[in-house]
C-alpha cells in the first residue's frame, strides 16, 4: 500500500518570503501522480499543483512550484512571494495511474505573517 | 465550469432523523467520490461511483448510503447517525479510471454535519 508522510505539522513564513512544504511517498509503482491540495478556513480543497511520475520536468504553477525527486519519492512544494491568501492546510496526495484512490499526507498548516 | 456544488453547507441532525446531502458538477466527469473530514485531518475515501455505478464502499456504516440517480448528481443519504459522525462531507468529482492523465479530483465547499 501506498503511504504519504507529510513531516512538518505547521510552518510559518513572513510575508513575501518562500515557504518549502515536504512531502515523501513510498511506492512499489512506476506510474502515477502526485498533487498538492490547499484548504483554507473556508474549507473547499483547491488543487495547487500536479505531478505526473513519468515527468521529469518539474511542475510549476505561477508562485508555486515543485521539487519532485523520483528516485528519493520526494515531492516538496516551494510557494514564493507569500501571500497572506496562501494561509491555510496543504495536503500531498499520491494517486496510481490506474487507480480512483487518493491518499493523502497528514498535511502542513501554513501560516503566513503580515 | 469547473465548479462541483454541495447542498446543505451546514446540517444539524438528530441521532433518529433522516436526511440527505446532495453534490452536482457540471463537468461532464463520470467519477464521483464522498469524503469524510475529521477537523485538522486529511480527508477519509468513503464511496467511489464510476459511470453512475458503486465501485468503490471503504466498508462504511450502513447508516450512510449513497446514490447516483444520473452522472450529474450524487447523494448521500443519512439515517441514525450517531455523535461521532460528526463531521466535513467532502464531494469530488473527476474523469473516470478508464480515461487517461492525472485525473485530478475537484472538490466542492463541504456539508458540515452536527449530529446531537
Known amino acids: 500500500a501506498q503511504t504519504v508522510t507529510q513531516s512538518q505539522p505547521e510552518m510559518s513564513v513572513q510575508e513575501a518570503e518562500t515557504v518549502t512544504l515536504s512531502c515523501t511517498y513510498d511506492t512499489s509503482e512506476s506510474d502515477y501522480y502526485l498533487f498538492w491540495y490547499k484548504q483554507p478556513p473556508s474549507r473547499q480543497m483547491i488543487l495547487v499543483i500536479r505531478?505526473?511520475?513519468?515527468?521529469?520536468q518539474n511542475a510549476t504553477e505561477n508562485r508555486f512550484s515543485v521539487n519532485f525527486q523520483k528516485a528519493a519519492k520526494s515531492f516538496s512544494l516551494k510557494i514564493s512571494d507569500s501571500q497572506l491568501g496562501d494561509a491555510a492546510m496543504y495536503f500531498c496526495?499520491?494517486?496510481?495511474?490506474?487507480?480512483?484512490?487518493?491518499?493523502f499526507g497528514e498535511g502542513t498548516q501554513l501560516t503566513v505573517n503580515p | 465550469d469547473t465548479e462541483v456544488t454541495q447542498t446543505p453547507k451546514h446540517l444539524v441532525m438528530g441521532m433518529t432523523n433522516k436526511k440527505s446531502l446532495k453534490c452536482e458538477q457540471h463537468m461532464g466527469h463520470r467519477a464521483m467520490y464522498w469524503y469524510k473530514q475529521k477537523a485538522k485531518k486529511p480527508p477519509e475515501l468513503m464511496f467511489v461511483?464510476?459511470?453512475?455505478?458503486?465501485?468503490i464502499n471503504e466498508s462504511v456504516p450502513s447508516r450512510f448510503s449513497p446514490e447516483c440517480p444520473n452522472s450529474s448528481l450524487l447523494n448521500l443519504h443519512l439515517h441514525a447517525l450517531q455523535p461521532e459522525d460528526s463531521a466535513l462531507y467532502l464531494c469530488?468529482?473527476?474523469?473516470?479510471?478508464?480515461?487517461?492523465?492525472?485525473?485530478?479530483?475537484?472538490f466542492g465547499p463541504g456539508t458540515r454535519l452536527t449530529v446531537l
Open positions: 505531478q505526473e511520475a513519468y515527468k521529469q
Open positions: 496526495a499520491y494517486r496510481s495511474a490506474g487507480g480512483s484512490r487518493l491518499t
Open positions: 461511483y464510476s459511470y453512475e455505478k458503486l465501485s
Open positions: 469530488a468529482s473527476s474523469r473516470p479510471g478508464l480515461a487517461g492523465g492525472p485525473r485530478e479530483q475537484f
